[in-house]
């Protein structure tokens, strides 16, 4: 079966990728054009069989890119392509064959299922939507998924809430591999569930990706689970990418500002090395999304921050001596080993001050 794809080419390309959603006023009588820039801007690839990892705080905008690639929301510019077709602009009928190619396990494990159907159904849903196998053999074919993913195939009858939380996530990805897609979007698949449940669900999907060939974007908050799972890792920050690298890479050579300061947030299993390790509070908000800053977005928050920084948007491309897969959008990228916890406040055009608290 040929796959369209030619050698060389991404699975999965983003072009310049934007979502913006209308703001409604309070006032029924009363019109407005603003409008949330929940993605602006993102352009991206994924490989056959790689797993990228999307991270960024909670509202920069990765749920809502993974709702465009997978068909569920509309762009309001920009392409989408899916080896080597162009999706974004297909009808939904058009898009529907596409569909078993492109699924998502959801984030809530609770929410993602109707409590009122039994397993075997919800499971079975896909073969019925697309009109495929029935009968006893949908049945054979649900309780083969079942198995597959750790779950008890004899449980077939039973209703979502007999079942614990890392089993209802079970279901959600044995429902999303049902049709032996060829993308998986794993949209914060654990960031619900207890962490030893946590650990068996990530081991789940990376046996699975080996033993099917997936190719996975996985969405989470956490860098530590997106770093054990992601051959690559892009950093989102307000709807855009700030940098995008391999996964050791981004670690071991962080570029971004904003990627270092999520990096120190993480916690060292070496109590020794944490007392000695100084976190990067951010001063500060994020900005809002429907008058996102001009320049680089970050640049409120930025330690590094100057009046270049507020007047023009960086490109996301290669910077110092990084390689074509290293990427990040800055005007001032870190060096290696580079202590941005003592770089000096800067002052914006408007006399605003940007600071970097160090913990003591």
Not at 43 to 64: A, F, H, N, Q
Not at 163 to 173: A, D, K, P, Y
Not at 320 to 338: I, N, R, S, T, W
């Amino acid at each position: 079966m040929t796959t369209g794809v030619q050698p060389g080419e991404p699975m999965l390309r983003l072009q310049e990728v934007r979502k913006h959603f209308p703001v409604r006023s309070a006032h029924l009588l009363e019109r407005t054009t603003e409008q949330v820039h929940a993605v602006d801007g993102v352009s991206l690839t994924v490989s056959r069989g790689e797993t990228l990892g999307l991270v960024g705080e909670t509202g920069c905008g990765k749920s809502t890119l993974a709702r465009c690639i997978a068909g569920l929301v509309g762009l309001t510019s920009g392409q989408i392509w899916f080896e080597g077709r162009r999706i974004d602009s297909l009808s939904t009928r058009q898009m529907r064959p596409l569909r078993r190619d492109i699924q998502v396990v959801f984030q809530d494990p609770y929410g993602s299922l109707n409590p009122r159907r039994r397993v075997g159904s919800i499971i079975g849903d896909p073969f019925a939507v697309h009109g495929l196998v029935s009968g006893t053999a949908r049945r054979r074919a649900v309780q083969d998924l079942m198995e597959m993913v750790g779950l008890n195939p004899e449980h077939y009858n039973r209703f979502p809430a007999e079942f614990s939380g890392g089993q209802r996530q079970r279901i959600g990805v044995a429902r999303a591999l049902a049709l032996h897609p060829k993308l998986v979007i794993c949209d914060e698949p654990v960031s619900a569930l207890d962490v030893s449940i946590q650990a068996q669900i990530i081991n789940l999907l990376l046996d699975l990706q080996s033993e099917l060939g997936l190719t996975y974007v996985f969405i989470s908050h956490d860098l530590s689970v997106v770093r054990h799972v992601s051959d690559r890792i892009a950093v989102m920050y307000l709807g855009r990418i700030a940098e995008v690298a391999p996964s050791d890479e981004l670690f071991d050579r962080t570029r971004h500002p904003y990627t270092r300061a999520l990096l120190s947030a993480l916690p060292a299993p070496d109590p020794d090395l944490a007392d000695s390790r100084s976190r990067i509070v951010l001063s500060g908000d994020v900005p809002s999304p429907v008058h996102p800053p001009s320049g680089c977005r970050f640049h409120p928050r930025c330690p590094k921050a100057t009046r270049e920084c507020t007047e023009v948007e960086p490109d996301l491309a290669p910077v110092l001596d990084d390689g074509a897969e290293h990427l990040a959008a800055c005007l001032h990228p870190l060096e290696v080993g580079e202590d941005l916890t003592r770089a000096r406040p800067s002052v914006h055009p408007a006399g605003r001050t940007v600071t970097t608290e160090v913990p003591t």
